[in-house]
């Protein structure tokens, strides 16, 4: 799973530029799924099982798209001017390193700061890729950066750039991987755009046109000090989500999810997540509307280049998955 | 027509700019849009197989081609413009009014304007400086302040009606000059494109709709014309002015005479890259000059193509325009006439393979 993760988080992916993500992740399923498509977006639809007495049409939506940066300008000087794809925040900006799709790298760099103890705006930062004029500058207008940080493995913990929500994919896959028996028709999306207001769901719940739909994404915690109040730790389990900024789940798809998690002896947490939203939104807002929920991973430092994640608290959430995937649903 | 090795790109000539004089001085604030669909009307009828206007008032043009496996391509412009709705009248030929869409209340004082279907005159108006105080100076202008004076002129104007600047379209050397260059320079390119056709795809042209209060029209539009790919015609803010410290101006969003500009990023959409660079490739195939316009904020009709149904792969294209969202803008003819080519050219070297491609 650890080795799994690396790959996954080492790969460049900014939203709307998913290409490289989507092939690593399609070489890895291609032996579990049924059927494999890719959407006009871009989204990664594969397909596993058929439909059996008392199953039904499942969604699974983890996205592939990371945060990053897109050049606006190149100066007389060869400094990249940019803004942000996703939710970027300046100070997380500083001192960072990124890299183009096409393999430049670069440092961020600020200007000069009248106020060190004020976060400067986006205005003020540049990227510097080694060059010292316009002529052959190997970054364009419109090229698109992640940030570069490698996988740290802690032991208990994981560190990346992009958790957010790689970690999903890798949950998504080894549920694949283990289910071998299921009553239902499963679609598994690895979806592209979330980070930019949950756009590759949105149009790939329209074509799967599901029943039930779980996104698995990454949910903020309060245990660091002086964190925002919250009542999810790192370490305490898979989150099921109960509300965020953007959806209320299905309480409903809330209840299957903590009866299977009871009845399988796994840990979990109930989530309240004040901001943010999940493709679990998408998927409950699609057509006449559908039943939906969030298997949430508990995560710290979210949309900086380190975020972090408990080990045993992906295994769980994998468990929880292949467990609520492998048994008819009946909400009520 | 200018020949080149294998096709015939349209030019813009005389009848075309008096075309778009006609639609840059007609009234279309979002919502109320039917001056310039009566334009488009007239223009298309003879040009497309099927006229539609549909249930918010888009005008749905089909031109079928012929052959096998034809793309239907979508290409979307807007009609509306943004304005002022009368929201009260205050007697003696006052009326108080709102925004439609975007516009600052500073660039308004003493503007001309023109009310409702019959375009009655009036005038915006506030405090002259001989009355206003040093701390009133300092204030900025507030729409609450401000009032549409039409004289007194009774009966003639109504809660409700739209209102737009008065402003007549002109040339100034090689630049074009109006009220709602945004987006009549792509009402305009739509309809050139629809009456050259090309024959291996099916084009259906879309005139939208309340694309200033938030894309609406082009999101039905999308969903009932079900394309498999989308070009969205625009204007776009060209801020290549001098600094006031003469540094480098790093923050133009795009700049007149530097060619059509291609949309990679902005607030609503992140443009199909296998289409940006089909634009591309067709450009320096043909020698058109072209420009990225520098990602951030902003949206086009785009936004809302693209998340409809199951996903149309969207591009953006637009004619660099200064000063938008004011009573007067300029664009630069030669950038309308490389915007017209281009697109052109992008439609006859569309090819089914190029959504096989990896996004």
């Known amino acids: 799973m650890k080795a799994l993760t690396q790959k996954l988080v080492e790969t460049f992916s900014p939203s709307g530029y998913e290409a490289q993500i989507r092939a690593v992740v399609r070489a890895e399923i291609e032996p579990f799924a049924d059927e494999i498509q890719v959407d006009a977006l871009g989204n990664l639809i594969a397909r596993k099982g058929q439909l059996k007495p ?35 925040r300046p100070h997380t900006c500083l001192g960072g390193r990124v890299r183009f799709i096409n393999g430049v790298q670069g440092v961020i760099g600020a200007e000069r700061l009248d106020d060190l103890y004020k976060v400067p705006t986006f205005e003020q930062l540049y990227i510097d890729v080694g060059r010292d004029s316009r002529d052959g500058h190997p970054v364009r207008v419109g090229d698109v950066a992640g940030f570069d940080r490698p996988f740290a493995d802690l032991g208990k913990r994981m560190v990346a750039k992009s958790m957010d929500d790689r970690i999903g994919a890798v949950v998504l896959i080894e549920a694949m991987r283990q289910i071998k028996d299921t009553p239902h028709e499963l679609f598994f999306v690895f979806s592209v755009q979330e980070e930019v207001g949950v756009r590759g769901a949105t149009t790939a719940a329209f074509g799967v046109d599901p029943d039930l739909g779980l996104a698995v994404d990454v949910t903020g915690t309060g245990d660091t000090p002086k964190a925002r109040k919250m009542e999810v730790s790192l370490g305490n389990g898979p989150a099921i989500k109960v509300r965020d900024g953007g959806m209320l789940a299905d309480p409903r798809v809330v209840d299957w999810m903590v009866q299977t998690a009871e009845k399988q002896h796994l840990p979990y947490q109930l989530e309240i997540l004040e901001g943010g939203s999940t493709d679990a939104r998408a998927i409950q807002l699609t057509r006449a509307g559908v039943p939906a929920g969030c298997l949430s991973i508990p995560c710290r430092y979210i949309h900086s280049p380190s975020e972090m994640v408990d080990t045993q608290d992906v295994e769980n959430s994998i468990r929880l998955m292949v467990a609520l995937l492998s048994q008819p649903v009946e909400l009520k | 027509m200018k020949k080149t090795n294998e096709f015939s790109l349209p030019r813009i000539g005389a009848t075309q700019i008096k075309l778009l004089e006609k639609l840059s001085n007609a009234c279309a604030v979002a919502g109320d849009e039917g001056e310039v669909r009566k334009i488009v009307l007239e223009q298309i009828g003879p040009h497309a197989d099927e006229v539609n206007v549909d249930a918010l008032g888009n005008v749905l043009a089909y031109h079928r081609g012929t052959g096998e496996k034809r793309l239907r391509v979508m290409v979307a412009a807007h009609m509306d413009e943004v304005g002022f709705m009368i929201t009260a009248d205050d007697g003696d030929g006052f009326y108080r009014f709102d925004v439609v869409g975007g516009v600052d209340a500073y660039k308004l004082v003493g503007k001309a304007v023109l009310i409702g279907k019959e375009h009655i005159p009036g005038v915006i108006g506030i405090k002259p400086v001989h009355l206003t105080n040093a701390e009133e100076r300092k204030r900025p202008v507030e729409l609450e302040a401000l009032r549409i004076d039409i004289g007194p002129a009774a009966g003639k104007v109504k809660v409700g009606d739209r209102a737009t600047f008065a402003t007549r379209f002109t040339q100034l050397g090689p630049s074009l000059c109006g009220k709602a260059l945004d987006d009549r320079l792509g009402v305009a390119t739509l309809i050139e494109l629809l009456k050259n056709a090309p024959p291996h795809i099916d084009l259906l042209a879309a005139f939208t709709v309340q694309e200033e209060n938030g894309l609406r029209g082009a999101r039905v539009a999308s969903f009932a014309l079900m394309p498999d790919l989308a070009f969205v015609l625009d204007a776009t803010p060209a801020h290549d002015l001098p600094t006031w410290d003469g540094s480098e101006n790093a923050r133009y969003n795009s700049r007149l005479g530097m060619g059509p500009a291609i949309y990679v990023a902005d607030t609503s959409a992140l443009h199909d890259p296998r289409l940006v660079r089909h634009l591309m490739v067709t450009a320096d195939t043909f020698g058109i000059p072209y420009q990225i316009r520098q990602p951030g904020g902003g949206g086009t009709d785009a936004g809302a193509i693209h998340k409809q149904r199951a996903g149309i792969p969207s591009v953006s294209i637009s004619v660099p325009t200064r000063y938008l969202h004011s009573p007067a803008s300029i664009a630069r003819l030669a950038d309308w006439q490389n915007d017209l080519a281009l697109v052109q050219a992008a439609l006859l070297r569309l090819t089914p393979d190029l959504l096989k491609e990896t996004r």
């Open chain 1, 54 to 88: 008392g199953g039904s049409r499942i969604m699974l939506s983890a996205h592939i798209d990371e945060i990053g940066v897109i050049a606006t300008h190149i100066d007389e000087n060869g400094f990249v001017r940019f803004t942000t794809i996703g939710g970027v």
